[in-house]
């Protein structure tokens, strides 16, 4: 029987084909990739915890984060029965988890104003909003005569 011979390696020599070598080994030679930030993956989508673990993380002192009032809890607790609704129907019914409910009602989430809205929407009521301290503006030119002004605030004149 003849005996076969085997080729015992690759060529990895430069092969050249085509008129004055490869221009697109030229342009990728000199190409280069940066990673951008947030690409890939599904980072965009925010959810209240991740809303909650962000707050916690780019807090700085220890006690300022800012959780839910008793006066918000419990107006959410009663207003909850008072339409005889469980915290899972009311959870799914604002397109919400049942745990951030419990949280609210238990005083140890997060003030969140978009999911204080559609409590505020779900269960037909104002609830106490966390307020920021507000300052109380001077009163300027309080000698001085009064004069009604007909321009309202940034716009244009008032029509009579």
């Known amino acids: 029987m003849p005996q076969r011979t085997f080729a015992t390696g690759q060529d990895w020599s430069v092969q050249t084909t085509g008129k004055g070598g490869s221009s697109a080994a030229k342009i990728a030679q000199s190409m280069?990739?940066?990673?951008?930030?947030?690409?890939?993956?599904?980072?965009?989508?925010?959810?209240?915890?991740?809303?909650?673990?962000?707050?916690?993380?780019e807090a700085d002192d220890v006690g300022t984060i800012q959780r839910v009032d008793k006066s918000l809890s419990k107006a959410i607790m009663q207003a909850r029965t008072?339409?005889?609704?469980?915290?899972?129907?009311?959870?799914?019914?604002?397109?919400?988890?049942?745990?951030?409910?419990a949280e609210y009602?238990?005083?140890?989430?997060?003030p969140d104003p978009?999911?204080?809205s559609k409590l505020e929407r779900k269960l037909k009521t104002k609830l106490p909003?966390?307020?920021?301290?507000?300052?109380v503006?001077?009163?300027?030119?309080?000698?001085?005569?009064?004069?009604?002004?007909?321009?309202?605030?940034?716009?244009p004149p008032k029509r009579r």
Do not use: Y
């Not at 930030?37 to 916690?56: C, R």
């Not at 009602?105 to 997060?110: C, D, L, P, R, V």
């Open 32 to 57: 280069t990739t940066q990673k951008r930030f947030g690409a890939g993956g599904n980072s965009g989508t925010t959810t209240v915890a991740g809303i909650s673990a962000k707050k916690l993380e």
């Open 82 to 101: 008072a339409q005889k609704l469980s915290q899972k129907d009311l959870a799914t019914a604002i397109n919400a988890k049942p745990q951030i409910i």
């Open 105 to 110: 009602e238990n005083g140890k989430a997060i």
């Open 114 to 116: 978009g999911v204080i």
């Open 129 to 135: 909003r966390p307020g920021k301290k507000s300052k």
């Open 137 to 155: 503006p001077a009163k300027e030119g309080a000698g001085k005569s009064q004069q009604k002004s007909t321009l309202t605030r940034g716009g």
